[in-house]
């Protein structure tokens, strides 16, 4: 069971009153326990937490005046390992799938399963069904991209990165999102902290619904799977931006850290 | 309170075992009664009956062998009127929104209101917030399109029918949804039933958020708003389509009707 | 060098003075002997017979009064049989094309090289350049495309073709075409005839330039490229609509024929 | 008659062998009398100049061995005014253009007249045809465009900047191309250079047939129209970049003024 310890910092300046929403703090789940957290804002204000939607995601909430804002985190996190036995892990039947799982089958704003349906059943249609075939999918994404900072947007989807074959971690967790749902398999973001990952930053990743619970993959391979952290989890990057701001704040700094613990 | 009666029958040519989802029951909710309900499947078979998300979504699955199959559904529906004093009701500060309500500002597959905040803000910026705005949006989206069966498909999203100006109603929900998040305001797609629709058919609508409460308009001006009757809620239409099919069967017939009843 | 008789014949519809363009008329090439042609046009009228661009593409406009417009061409074409010695024909240096083929290097509104530049790169860079290469190109478009009339319309274009993998002749020649230029190619979009086309119909096919002149390829591999007639070049689809209505006209009947004489 | 002296300087890495294609001299038309020009590469080496395609579009060719080159361009430019006499310049009858002048009423790449029709028809249908109706679509250009450096990219197209309201003087060409089109008036793009535009650069502007002959507009207004100088024309800004690179090279300085001479 790996710990991660987990730090950030954002910075900004806050121009004029402005509402800011912040997922940076690490989900509690029945697979990732939260030790020794510690969440400081500067200077101090009110803060509200809350909970959104089935997957527990935590986000925090502020009212800011006019000022230089430092919202800073810090936790250790506990995380159970999943399953690896690859050969093992079945598809769940579709008829068979619990209710909550099933809008993570619809296609969503940066994952465009509708569109990449028929691509996707032509590239992995064959391919053994489970384990093998969300693995397939994740190394043909790993292989058809290249990893460019800077080639992809904010709004950049699956299809795009499709047709453009380049792109960043978020680009590379929407088109296997798409492709899994495309083939009928459950598939959702999820935006977390990476141990090991160079340059430390926030990460995306993905999470597939395969035989009765969600595992977690990372086409970019950045990062070792078990030392991903859950933030937030979402339909795709739309549902879980580390920081929602309405009104007028520019971020001036950004500090992520995230590293192995010592066992 | 108008009492609407709702009915409709689909009849299926499934040529394998296929797994079906039905979404075509009046929803149950606060604002919705529905009396002397029926669902008949035929032939008969075991029907699951499934409830999604926090908006009460209801939902029929069955694994169907070889068959035709005909589903059935009737019920009468007694909906509570919606404010129409439109001039008295404000938008919620986005700050005090309810966490459940939050997702409903993000883009969505049809609803790329990320890619249109800009046009939004330009358009509808200057306008009194509120019912009033909301109204204007509706009005906006329903004198720009030309209603055009055929003209769009499945995949046809907000943007697209910016530029192309015509569509069916999904379409003008999705835009109109789409414009409503892009100046802040939460909104999601509504499936259901509509007196006086013409020709009678399933319709689709959008919800927005205002003042604490949900409020339905449709942008088509097709049928009166208190002839709505929910199905589903979701997103967009990708979350809420009336037959949902993973195996091999094709529609061969529909039949839809809703009328008001006679206080 | 192969003989084959065209025939066309469109009706339509006229309600209201309209300017009609037609592109039906067999061109006239080095490559392309046009015999026995016969144009006629009912009832009669005034008809201008144009020649644009460098290819030589021909048509004819009318200025038609309200009427049933018929029009009807016919001709025996004798075409000069491309090489199809292709392991020796090789691709030309981009520093020593001819002026008048650069601009069939750039993107186009159906055939977004710039685009899929990358993707072509990716498939198609290792392959042996020359007639081969465009050869692989040909056969991966038509592996990985269904022929599915209805499924696309007017204004798709080769990305949406590489998404949804279905098309019609336009879709598979966008989309060689858009590979082509993507990997340095001059390539060009042929409105023809063509002999054993099954239904019979006006038919799309491509043209690339190598070795110092223009090569036939038929991507969908419905019809014998020796058996193919060239009407109108340009520069995609866009370019070459067999006709173009500016007023009020309904096409009301469209027979076309291409077969083989006897030699 | 104005008289501008244009310059521009451009410093390339060349890092393998490269095939280089510049258009960055002024063109010589009836319009545009070109004085004192001159040319020069260092280091020195052959350099082809063509001219490509019916609007006499010049541009040099070089092959390039690794070196840091340098290609520098002056001269003078007498140009002769256009009519500023709006009111009396009508639209040309579709029936009787000219056939040089039909491809610019075909969609291109950048500007989708086809998907942006009817929009432009709903827009701008109802002006008086002529002059003041293409000022008409110029105007709402720039009143609903930012000019946002930075924001659009070299695959930005007409259609993306009417949903994000963004872009810089390429896209405000296209967006304006693209409508004309849409309603029936030929328009094709121009680079050039411009007097009094800040900052010095290369610029795009656009041209529409009326009345038999073209005439410039800038949609951006950052620049007289008596300071522009053609230097070639396209459809859209696909068919002229300033430079074509074909192998390696970066480009490590750009250097252009315009100014108009004393008279």
Chains 1, 2, 3, 4 share one sequence.
Request: hydrophobic share 40%; aromatic share 8%; net charge negative.
């Amino acid at each position: 069971m790996p710990t991660i310890k987990v730090e950030s910092q954002l910075e900004y300046d806050v121009r004029q009153p402005t509402n800011m929403l912040f997922k940076i703090a690490a989900a509690r789940t029945e697979r990732q326990e939260v030790r020794n957290e510690r969440l400081v804002v500067q200077p101090e204000m009110q803060m509200e937490t809350l909970e959104v939607g089935l997957e527990g995601n935590t986000m925090q909430r502020l009212s800011v005046q006019p000022c230089q804002l430092t919202i800073q985190y810090e936790a250790e996190v506990v995380s159970v390992a999943q399953s690896t036995d690859l050969g093992n892990v079945a598809e769940s039947n579709v008829g068979s799938l619990p209710m909550e799982v099933l809008p993570y089958l619809n296609p969503s704003r940066y994952c465009e399963s509708d569109l990449l349906g028929r691509f996707a059943f032509e590239e992995f249609g064959q391919v053994q069904p489970g384990l093998l075939r969300v693995q397939a999918i994740c190394d043909w994404v790993n292989e058809h991209l290249d990893y460019t900072p800077g080639s992809t947007g904010v709004m950049t989807t699956a299809a795009d990165v499709v047709l453009q074959r380049t792109g960043v971690c978020r680009d590379y967790a929407h088109l296997a999102i798409a492709l899994c749902r495309g083939i009928g398999v459950p598939a959702r973001y999820v935006s977390g902290y990476a141990a090991q990952l160079q340059p430390p930053d926030f990460h995306g990743f993905m999470e597939v619904f395969l035989s009765g619970q969600w595992y977690f993959f990372d086409p970019t391979r950045l990062a070792p799977v078990d030392g991903l952290v859950r933030i937030a989890t979402g339909r795709d990057a739309a549902d879980v931006p580390f920081a929602t701001i309405t009104g007028d704040a520019g971020l001036t700094s950004k500090t992520v850290s995230a590293v192995f613990l010592p066992e």
